[in-house]
């Protein structure tokens, strides 16, 4: 047996482990080489085990929620996909701080420029097989395989030379950045307490959103120097990087041993009237905040508010770390709540009705702060926070990788329909030099506006399943 079998094994609950105490101090001295925190004692025998189940002991191991056990977790798990996640942030809101420099170098309208910048999202085509993959293999291999594809499409990207060149090396890095989100979600699932998912799903947005942060000032001081081709040659490298160290580090869940029926149980999953209820909404709030970071709050910036171009890429970032921000304070207060009697559903219908009142203010040109207005819409763009939390109300952990697949194509699909939609109206108007009047995108976002609002009605209803469904749903699965 290899030693990073071993790991394998210690993340695994007892009953899937084969027990070999002569390779316990073995197992010690390599986790004690990862983790620092290990050093603490070094005859005391540590482990990292799966902790989906909070407080569950196994032998002489540490209770799940001690600190040294939380930390080795947060490093060996948490860390590498959290880092794949920053990187997929990255990627899709690269474009709003390019897409001026792309446009003159390769003569692109508003059309073009929301097609090559929404073929990013067509990776939705592969959420589905990615949420089975996940919940078979587990989310350390896929993950490590699809980050390799998205280093190709940097490496491509960064010699593109013609437009139809870049928009599929966009699209190689959508499919291989977009598994990050369903890969880390799963991860937190297998590993954390299911009371404090919404904590940690927070963390992990938090850390991704940080990657939209990246995006702005300090990649503009990045570009002055090497060129937004030298940026994606960057790229590449560390993704390439990345996706070995999640490889290497990350344990193989044991849990994908136990799902191959996996694939069986997709239909659950759209057959669930409660998930048809959550999806419109999850939809319009996340993919709209997706779109409007990710490229068009740039052009409403500079064509409606007359921002100058250094002004924009300081709303760019105030944006960004208030997406980072906004998604811990998201999984914070719904924690919070949570221990208060309040639900998740009703977290997220709150932060909808900011989502969309800050949205009316801007189109209805009301004297306040924008910067304060496009911060609200960024924050709560980290609203999966709450919707991925819910669904796993919804669901049993053995289809939870397939229902976030499920709700992640609707976001990514709606992210591709809004972003070139937004861009197909904006053309509608004439345009001089790139630049339309403010009514066109008033318009656009005035439409978007609407199906929120009817989404936001549709979650609303009264729902009448209980909890009976979901013991359906767990006996169906066969948990």
């Not at 010690?28 to 569950?56: C, E, F, M, N």
Request: aromatic share 10%; hydrophobic share 55%; proline share 4%.
């Amino acid at each position: 047996m290899c030693r990073r079998w071993h790991v394998s094994a210690l993340m695994q609950p007892q009953a899937a482990r084969p027990k070999h105490n002569r390779w316990s101090s073995a197992r010690a001295t390599l986790l004690k080489s990862l983790v620092a925190s290990v050093d603490q004692a070094a005859s005391r025998r540590i482990s990292v085990v799966h902790i989906s189940q909070p407080g569950t002991t196994y032998g002489n191991l540490n209770p799940v929620g001690t600190p040294a056990r939380v930390g080795q977790t947060i490093c060996l798990i948490f860390v590498p996909f959290a880092a794949g996640y920053f990187l997929s942030y990255f990627f899709r809101t690269i474009n709003a701080l390019i897409c001026g420099t792309l446009a003159a170098e390769f003569r692109l309208g508003a059309r073009e420029i929301g097609l090559l910048t929404s073929v990013y999202f067509l990776s939705a085509v592969i959420q589905l097989p990615l949420g089975v993959m996940v919940d078979r293999y587990g989310p350390r291999r896929v993950q490590s395989v699809l980050l390799l594809v998205a280093s190709a499409g940097a490496a491509l990207f960064a010699i593109g030379e013609s437009f139809w060149s870049l928009v599929l090396a966009r699209v190689l890095i959508g499919i291989g950045a977009g598994s990050a989100v369903i890969a880390g979600f799963k991860a937190i699932v297998l590993w954390f307490p299911r009371e404090r998912l919404a904590l940690f799903n927070g963390c992990f947005v938090m850390v991704g959103a940080l990657g939209a942060v990246a995006a702005t000032a300090p990649t503009e001081w990045l570009l002055a120097w090497i060129g937004w081709r030298g940026l994606f040659e960057l790229l590449a490298v560390l993704t390439a990087l990345c996706a070995m160290v999640t490889f290497v580090v990350v344990p193989h869940s044991a849990s994908a041993d136990r799902a191959r029926s996996g694939a069986m149980n997709l239909g659950l999953v759209f057959r669930d009237r409660k998930f048809w209820c959550l999806a419109p909404l999850s939809t319009m709030c996340i993919s709209t905040a997706w779109a409007l970071q990710g490229l068009w709050a740039s052009p409403w910036m500079l064509d409606v508010e007359g921002l100058s171009p250094s002004a924009i890429v300081s709303h760019l970032f105030v944006m960004a770390v208030a997406l980072s921000a906004g998604s811990l304070i998201l999984g914070v207060c719904a924690n919070s709540l949570r221990r208060r009697g309040m639900r998740a559903q009703d977290a997220l219908s709150i932060a909808t009705v900011l989502f969309i009142a800050a949205e009316i203010a801007l189109v209805a040109d009301v004297r306040v702060s924008t910067i304060a207005l496009w911060s609200i819409i960024a924050s709560l763009g980290g609203a999966s926070v709450l919707t991925y939390a819910i669904l796993a109300e919804y669901f049993p952990a053995g289809l939870i990788g397939q229902a976030n697949a499920a709700l992640s194509t609707c976001h990514i699909a709606g992210a591709f329909t809004l972003q070139y939609g937004l861009g197909f109206v904006v053309a509608c108007w004439p345009g001089q030099g790139g630049h339309y009047p403010a009514i066109a995108y008033r318009t656009a976002f005035t439409l978007v506006i609407v199906l929120q609002l009817a989404a936001l009605a549709w979650f609303a209803l009264p729902n009448k399943f209980t909890h009976r469904r979901l013991v359906v749903l767990r006996t169906q699965a066969g948990q």
